[in-house]
């Protein structure tokens, strides 16, 4: 009987089926809470996986039940052949799902081949619908260039198009012209806590409560239920909007516990966590010819660490040292 108890006390099996992978550390942005303003060292070419490296590890992470794979970066969308890669990526058998996040502003270009290409869904970056806003955090962009890529996007039947906002005090903390957005058009807005990785914590952290506080202020917010593989949000919808408004809250809310990714680095180092300050070297087996079975065999070992190692976030308010800049591990 005791021996019963513990098994029905266990912990459910933690899922990770998701890989995040980061294609490329360079970007056509600087946005003030990913990248200092003088923007980050570029790796050499040979520092970076080539895309058959890449796509012989996602065939052994595809062994081993990882499902559906993110294109990150840097942004995905300034490496030369990227909607070839898509293809080959969606190619993959049995039936891989592949997304994108990207800051949009080379999506009006692309969105209709990358759908072609196999892309189901894209996250597109757009924290402000304000010119000057959107200059001031992204150091160097035209709000124009992104709102042309969000519309591209639509247009060419990606689905779901969702919208990250990484909230900014002071920046970008009014939520409403976003809610007038998800009402007239079929975006899914995503209210992203910054994240003490590069920046100034103190003076720029909001928590999600008081978003959604300022947005149930304005009128009256039902719960959705999250869709499956819309990861760690909670969402919400204003009375009659087409989209939904998502809360994501890696700082105020504990979420490890549940996290389904694995993350590859530009560079090919696999990390299980955004905050894990090591990760393995899978570039150096795959230069050095690791079997497909050697490489599942590294990815399960990691898995395992992930799911022992459990929560590797730092706690609220705690300085962070970067194991490296989110721009190379890809957010
Ligand atoms: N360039 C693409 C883009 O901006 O969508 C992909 C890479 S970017 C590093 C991926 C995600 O990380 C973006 O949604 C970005 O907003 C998020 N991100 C970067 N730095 C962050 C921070 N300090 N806190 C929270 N999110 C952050
Ligand atoms: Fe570039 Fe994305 Fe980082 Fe902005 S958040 S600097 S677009 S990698």
Wanted: charged share 30%; with cysteine.
């Amino acid at each position: 009987m005791p021996e019963e108890k513990e098994r029905m006390e266990e912990k459910p099996e933690q899922v990770i089926d998701y890989l995040r992978i980061s294609i490329t550390d360079r970007c056509n942005l600087r946005c003030v809470y990913c990248m200092p303003a003088e923007g980050v060292e570029s790796m050499s070419h040979e520092q970076i996986l080539s895309y058959e490296e890449i796509l012989r590890f996602t065939e052994a992470a595809r062994g081993v039940g990882i499902s559906r794979v993110r294109l990150t970066g840097g942004e995905p969308l300034v490496r030369k052949g990227a909607v070839g890669f898509v293809r080959m990526l969606s190619g993959l058998e049995p039936g891989l799902k592949v997304s994108l996040t990207t800051n949009g502003v080379l999506l009006s270009r692309y969105a209709g081949e990358l759908r072609e290409a196999g892309l189901a869904r894209v996250n597109i970056s757009l924290d402000t619908l304000d010119p000057g806003t959107y200059r001031s955090i992204t150091r160097v962009g035209e709000l124009e260039d992104a709102l042309a890529g969000l519309r591209a996007a639509i247009d060419a039947g990606l689905e779901p198009v969702k919208v990250n906002v990484v909230v900014l005090k002071g920046l970008n903390d009014d939520p409403l012209p976003f809610a007038r957005m998800a009402s007239e058009l079929p975006v899914h807005v995503r209210f992203i806590e910054f994240m003490p990785y590069f920046g100034e914590h103190g003076k720029w952290y909001v928590p999600s409560d008081v978003i959604r506080a300022r947005l149930e202020a304005a009128g009256k917010l039902e719960d959705v239920e999250s869709p499956e593989g819309w990861g760690p949000a909670s969402y919400a919808r204003m009375k009659g909007a087409q989209g939904t408004l998502g809360f994501i809250s890696p700082v105020s809310c504990h979420f490890c516990p549940s996290c389904n990714r694995l993350r590859l680095t530009a560079d090919g180092r696999m990390r299980t966590c955004l905050f894990d300050r090591n990760g393995y070297d899978v570039k150096r087996e795959l230069r050095s010819g690791a079997s497909g079975e050697r490489l599942r065999e590294i990815i399960v070992d990691e898995l395992e660490r992930k799911r022992a190692e459990g929560d590797q976030k730092p706690p609220p308010g705690a300085h962070v040292r970067a194991a490296d800049h989110m721009s190379r591990i890809g957010g």
